[in-house]
T-cell receptor, first 115, second 116 residues
């Protein structure tokens, strides 16, 4: 079975531009979460989506937005890119909206570099 | 305040020996989950082991075990018989929330170096 997939794998943008990252969850998983991992730090929670609805949001500015599609895939959009947005963006899927004991499975990530 | 604290930025262990990676957490929730993930240089987060807040037995998964001490709010990862391929970043994480939605909070990580 295919795991979580993300595209693109790498991306270079300039300040002020907009970027869209894509994620496909494991088959049968209905929840997708997004994380930002700056070099040298642990991942920081950005969003959780379940059944196309936002179910959780981390402490990120409104420049960050996301959506989930009927096939449970998801997109993360970041507008007006800043240098500090350079990071590894990780997508994780889980079967449902989440119980405390539900394991999330992560994709390989998208490395974004903002120049 | 830090919700997940990993006090060891880096650890060295000799191949075939055991190593303990420390993790303490802070939450007021009664129900939560504790996880350990491994992140090789490729970047992908690999799930290792899970411990539920109501579980009385320590979790084990092959060479990985989780030393869960609820009163002390600690969830240390023990890797037995270390292998060279265990060299990576290790993250402790806690999942908390409600049925409306959960989020996973990660610690800063511990980089493990396994020496031949």
């Amino acid at each position: 079975d295919a795991g979580v997939t993300q595209s693109p794998t790498h991306l270079i943008k300039t300040r002020g531009q907009q970027v869209t990252l894509r994620c496909s969850p494991i088959s049968g998983h209905k929840s997708v979460s997004w994380y930002q991992q700056v070099l040298g730090q642990g991942p920081q929670f950005i969003f959780q989506y379940y059944e196309k609805e936002e179910r959780g949001r981390g402490n990120f500015p409104d420049r960050f937005s996301a959506r989930q599609f009927p096939n449970y895939s998801s997109e993360l959009n970041v507008n007006a890119l800043l240098l500090g947005d350079s990071a590894l963006y990780l997508c994780a899927s889980s079967p449902t909206v989440g119980l405390a004991e539900e394991t999330q499975y992560f994709g390989p990530g998208t490395r974004l570099l903002v120049l | 305040a830090q919700k997940i604290t990993q006090t060891q930025p880096g650890m060295f262990v000799q191949e075939k020996e055991a190593v303990t990676l420390d993790c303490t957490y802070d939450t007021s929730d009664q129900s939560y989950g504790l996880f350990w993930y491994k992140q090789p240089s490729s970047g992908e987060m690999i799930f290792l082991i899970y411990q539920g807040s109501y579980d009385e037995q320590n979790a084990t998964e092959g060479r990985y075990s989780l030393n869960f001490q609820k009163a002390r709010k600690s969830a240390n990862l023990v890797i037995s018989a270390s292998q060279l391929g265990d060299s990576a970043m290790y993250f402790c994480a806690m999942r908390e929330g409600s049925t409306g939605g959960f989020k996973t909070i990660f610690g800063a990580g511990t980089r493990l170096f396994v020496k031949a």
